[in-house]
Every structure is written in C-alpha cells, then in structure tokens.
C-alpha cells in the first residue's frame, strides 16, 4: 500500500487552537490587540521600523500602489516568473504591467533586463523572492542607481521569504516595503493573511506611511472598529475611498502562536530540503535548487527542482507516476502569459524564454514542517523510479 504524502498540509498545534480560543472568548474577534501585537512581532523578527498585518499579500501589494497614486498611465514592472498576485495589484489599478524575464537557469529577475525596461513612466518595481530565495536587492538598486531612477518605488514580494536572509539579515527592510503572505501553505500561517514590513515611514514625502496604509486597509475609516466600540466614541470620518484588507485578531493568533515556533518550523523544513539534496545531487539529470551561499539563505519554502533535459510532457509524466503512488507533487510557476487572462491581455509567453525554460522541466516536491524525515526519502526515491522510467 502506498504511503499518502500530501503536498503541503499547515503546521497546527495545541498552541494554535489554545491562541484562537483565548481570542473567541474574549469578546473580540476582528482587528484588535492580538494583531497590533503580531505586527510588533513581525517587525521585530524582520528587525523593521514598521509591519502593518493585512487580510493576505495580494492586497498588500496593491495598496502600496494606491497609496502612492500609482495610476493608469504608470508603468509597474515586474518578473512572468510569480503567481498572479504580483501583477494583479498592478492591473486592478488600470496598469498593463511591464514583464521583465528572470536570468537564464535562474528563477530571480534579470537586472540587467530590467535596466533596459525602465521607461520615464515607471513608478514601481515587484521583484519577487521566488521559493524563498531572496533576490539580489543591492543590484536592483545599482540599476536604479545607475539609471538615475531613485524616485522608483521598489517592492519585494517576499511571499515566499520570511525568514530568508540576505547579507546576514532578515528579508523584511532590504527595499522600500516587503509583503509577506502568511496563506495556508505558507511557511507560517494565519490561515489568510499578511503583511507589510519598512523602515521609512516618510518614504518619498509621507507624513505617515503605516497610518496612511492602515487607513486604506479600512475603508479609509479615520476609526477602526475597536476605537469605535468605547462608549461615547460612535462619531468617525471617511477620509477616502480605500480598500477592506484589514487582518481579525483570529488569525493574528494563529500567526503569533506559529512566531514562538518558527525557529523549529524552519529547522524542520530545512532537514527535508537537505535530504532531498543528498539523495539528488549525484543524479547527472537532477538540477538542485538553491539553499545558501555568502550572500543568501533560502526560507526553504519550497523544493523547485528541474530535470534536466526533460520537456513538459516528460515532467507531467513524472508528476502523473508519483500521483498514482499518492505522493503529491506542483510546479511553480505557470508563468503568467500562458494562462487565459494574460492571454487576453496580450502578453505571449514567447517574449520570456528564460521563464519558459525554467518552467518546463520544474517539478516541485513536498516540502513542510510535518513531514518527516523517513518519508521524505521516500519521495525522493520514488522520483527516481519515476524520473529514470520516463527518461
């Protein structure tokens, strides 16, 4: 009988259900203490001046455009190599964003593309820290640098990175904001959610940037709920038009119960991505994904392995066999011009070679914090049945 090894299960422990409990007795369930304190927390694990928790990164990703009045007639430029959240912000603000392809055998953006993608109307840039991997920040900003182009406001979508490092720091205050997501599959969960880490709070002339962002996270409410329940304090104002993307005390719970955890949450993770090296990394067909060098530590968020030399087809042959034993596997990522409404909006996936090629022979293996260490050999021999059957 085969063992079911399912993809990528959430970490839930007494601790989470205690921390959610407290918070359904207490008589407060939505926006409150519990996540003013997890985004004290957050910013103290990612060493920034500021972390606003929001209902997930997507939403977190465009209100930084709309609260810096990035607007139809700007340019956003990002990478095809993300899920749709990076470039969705950007599009729901009436912006056809500017794809730039990621380095050839890398999953990160290219910066000497992306020099050339700057144009006078370019307000912001989405790098993405893919897997976990933060991308190289410090030559981004030499791009911008060299292309006189400060003014460009610069944002990593560090969904996939908390608890990366790069240059002996925490992911969270290398650019001008981070958004983390905080989803079920994350590497910590609030089961949805988010948030957004920076430093400047006056960033590019703002007089409070959290304010500012905590406004349109509310509806642009001058109250948040919690003010508004004292007795006698009934009377707010509606400043603008904002968004409804505020994260409940429910889910900051679970968030802060996982904080306590986190160190040994990563420290699982990276067994498991240690044993599918060892087991891989003398396999001439196997091209083993990025953990750390001087410079940069994955979050070990996800497993993206390539077979080498192998098509699409081939790779979905191998994803079908390991189904059919019950092992769940994925691939990240589609790029964004193959599906439907990027179609439709007339990106073609043959301007992103580079994107195409990493995609074609990726094959993402479990990878989380309750699987265990027996069981991940077991994967990993299995794909090589799998792998050497199709070859």
Wanted: proline fraction near 4%; charge should be neutral; aromatic fraction near 10%.
């Amino acid at each position: 009988m085969n063992k079911k090894i399912p993809f990528s299960p959430p970490d839930i422990t007494q601790a989470e259900i205690d921390s959610v409990v407290d918070v359904l007795k207490s008589g407060w369930i939505t926006t409150g203490p519990k996540t003013a304190k997890f985004e004290q927390e957050i910013a103290e694990y990612c060493g920034s001046n500021h972390a606003l928790a929001v209902a997930n990164a997507t939403s977190g990703l465009e209100i930084l455009l709309r609260v810096f009045h990035i607007k139809k007639g700007d340019d956003v430029i990002t990478t095809p190599y993300t899920y749709t959240s990076t470039a969705s912000g950007a599009i729901h603000c009436g912006i056809l964003p500017t794809f730039v392809d990621v380095k050839k055998d890398d999953f990160l953006i290219d910066p000497e593309k992306l020099y050339d993608a700057i144009k006078p109307n370019t307000k912001a840039i989405y790098s993405v820290d893919f897997a976990g991997v933060p991308v190289d920040y410090d030559a981004i900003k030499q791009v911008l640098k060299a292309k006189g182009r400060e003014d460009i406001l610069l944002v990593s979508d560090s969904a996939h990175a908390f608890g990366a490092s790069y240059k002996d720091k925490k992911v969270g205050t290398q650019v001008d904001a981070h958004v983390f997501s905080f989803h079920a599959v994350k590497n910590l969960t609030t089961a949805e959610g988010g948030a957004i880490t920076f430093n400047n709070n006056n960033l590019f002339g703002k007089n409070d940037l959290y304010k500012e962002l905590k406004l349109m996270c509310l509806n642009g409410q001058s109250k948040d709920a919690l003010s508004k329940t004292k007795a006698g304090a009934w009377q707010y104002d509606v400043l603008f038009p904002g968004e409804k993307c505020n994260m409940a005390d429910i889910n900051a719970a679970i968030g802060l119960a996982q904080l306590a955890r986190y160190k040994n949450i990563l420290k699982k993770r990276k067994t498991i991505f240690e044993i599918y090296t060892n087991t891989l990394k003398d396999k001439e067909w196997a091209i083993i994904p990025f953990e750390k060098n001087s410079d940069k530590t994955t979050s070990y968020h996800l497993y993206p392995l390539r077979l080498r030399d192998f098509t699409e087809e081939k790779r979905n042959r191998v994803i079908q066999i390991l189904a059919e034993k019950d092992i769940a596997t994925n691939v990240h990522f589609t790029p964004l011009p193959m599906f439907t409404a990027y179609k439709n909006l007339g990106y073609s996936i043959g301007n992103y070679p580079n994107a195409y090629s990493q995609y074609a022979n990726e094959i993402t293996l479990p990878l989380y914090s309750t699987l265990l260490p027996e069981d991940a050999e077991y994967v990993a021999r299995e794909l090589i049945k799998a792998v050497e059957k199709v070859r």
